[in-house]
């Protein structure tokens, strides 16, 4: 008789015989392949359709029927006794409807609120006739890696490789959750020379980014119900990590010298003073000592973001809000993204003496061991040596260069339309559309056609909604800059 099973496809995967042959027949009764009644070989037939022993076969039959699959009936042959139970089809079962805690509820309908109302880029639909090789992006927020020293990064991960046996014997003693010691040890001493910023090493935590550090602190700061203040416009990664924590967001407006405050009845407060995200604003001094005020009357906790601190291309470095803190009201947050390639997720928080115990087990919670420890390691060395800050002073060289080509481009080009943020520093450009909200959608849908993409944010004002755009230039050679910058004004020009 004719009969198939998947025997061979079970056989390829170093199954046994009898397991192979097993598998293919029970897999086939469950599937609906083999029904409730059909006949099966005798033992005979199926060992040499299959080049295996009788026996074998004996043994795969006997197991089937002892589990209810097949019967034996004298003198009539071997049948399929399973009966498959068609209303578990699931073509035909409805979805199993999982019941979501709270913080579940608000993860989903944040994400589909963000969906639907933030458009992050103006990035290209998927019927765009512009071929994606010739797409210029500015939304790309990456560093310029073809001047990335691989050689001498390999070489600190490939020492780490070589040395990780007895890492693994001093490991569980040496290394808690909150990073290997050694790179504590380099941060800090990174931040007291670059940023001047005291720190004990066992009040730095490593981070998967700083996102997992933003996510952390909202949960263990903020209670369902609490106010937190963010910028606005902020990094989108933060209004999610307090809307899932169930705290109330307040978003606070900037006015051209960063955040203006407020005496707001809030638990916590996200600020970038260095240098605002996305706009680039610097807080003043006053502003700053300001918001240690506010937190210290109000029982607050500020956390600092030190975003795009490590490049600066005239001037002095601009001191971090966590150097006028004396009664640790301010966290601080670095990360090193976009100093080492991308698939290198590392940030760090420093954190006041009273939290760092309380996050370091917060921590533990969903990272036991230390992420991405031989990297840490490696940067440790990377960093001790010097490696590290020569890099930083190669790129800021390179940056700058191209920091001031994309500025000429823009003002030459685009300034009628534009107000660009003054700054010196960073790795973006960022600037206020002039025009209403119809003549920028306009503009949008016009750059899009071109074939440049760009980030977007939109901030609510007395006199209605403005957007803004910024210009991530790192990753870019200067012709594609200079091909960007047409591009926009193209798109201007084409929607007017």
Same mark, same amino acid.
């Given at each position: ?41 005798? @033992? ?22 002892? #589990? ?73 927020? #990456? ?193 090193? @993204? ?159």
């Amino acid at each position: 008789m004719q009969f198939h099973v998947a025997y061979s496809s079970y056989l390829n995967r170093k199954y046994t015989k009898m397991k192979a042959l097993y598998h293919a027949i029970r897999d086939a009764i469950h599937e609906g392949n083999l029904i409730h009644g059909e006949k099966l070989p005798s @033992t005979r037939e199926l060992a040499a359709t299959y080049q295996i022993s009788r026996g074998t076969v004996n043994q795969v039959y006997d197991t089937l029927t002892s #589990q209810g699959y097949i019967q034996s009936e004298h003198g009539r042959g071997t049948f399929v006794a399973y009966q498959l139970d068609l209303s578990n089809d699931s073509s035909t079962v409805k979805a199993c409807n999982h019941h979501l805690s709270a913080w579940g509820n608000r993860i989903q309908q944040f994400e589909q609120q963000t969906t639907q109302r933030n458009a992050q880029t103006n990035a290209p639909t998927h019927d765009s006739r512009m071929d994606r090789n010739e797409v210029i992006d500015f939304s790309k927020y #990456q560093p310029d890696l073809s001047k990335f020293p691989y050689d001498e990064w390999n070489n600190r991960l490939y020492a780490e490789i070589r040395q990780r046996e007895h890492h693994l014997e001093t490991t569980s003693a040496m290394v808690s959750s909150t990073g290997d010691p050694r790179l504590r040890e380099a941060i800090a001493a990174y931040l007291r020379r670059m940023r001047g910023i005291q720190v004990d090493p066992d009040h730095i935590a490593v981070t998967a980014g700083s996102m997992q550090a933003i996510a952390l602190l909202t949960q263990l700061l903020a209670d369902p119900g609490d106010h937190v203040v963010t910028e606005s416009p902020c990094y989108v990664g933060i209004s999610k990590a307090i809307l899932a924590a169930g705290a109330q967001l307040i978003e606070a407006n900037l006015d051209g010298q960063g955040v203006v405050p407020q005496d707001w009845e809030a638990r916590m407060l996200f600020v970038t003073p260095s240098r605002q995200f996305p706009t680039g604003e610097m807080l003043s001094l006053e502003r700053r000592q300001t918001l240690l005020d506010w937190a210290h009357r109000h029982d607050a906790m500020i956390v600092e973001d030190d975003y795009d601190s490590e490049f600066r291309y005239r001037g002095m470095h601009v001191e971090p809000l966590k150097t006028l803190d004396k009664a640790g009201r301010v966290i601080y947050l670095g990360s090193f @993204t976009k100093t080492l390639p991308f698939e290198v997720r590392l940030g760090f928080v420093v954190l006041p003496p009273t939290l760092a115990d309380t996050f370091r087990k917060a921590q533990a919670l969903y990272e036991p061991r230390p992420v991405n420890l031989i990297e840490q390691r490696a940067l440790a060395a990377f960093m001790t040596s010097g490696q590290y800050e020569r890099h930083l002073r190669r790129m800021n060289r390179l940056y700058s260069r191209k920091f001031d080509l994309l500025l000429k481009l823009l003002n030459k080009q685009l300034s009628t339309w534009f107000d660009w943020v003054e700054n010196e520093a960073g790795l973006h450009v960022f600037g206020w559309w002039r025009g209403n909200v119809s003549t920028y959608e306009a503009f949008r849908a016009s750059a899009k056609s071109q074939g440049v993409v760009y980030s977007e944010v939109s901030s609510s004002t007395s006199v209605g909604t403005k957007y803004g755009i910024y210009l991530s230039f790192a990753h870019l050679s200067d012709e594609q800059l200079q091909e960007g910058v047409s591009r926009l004004k193209n798109a201007v020009t084409a929607s007017l």
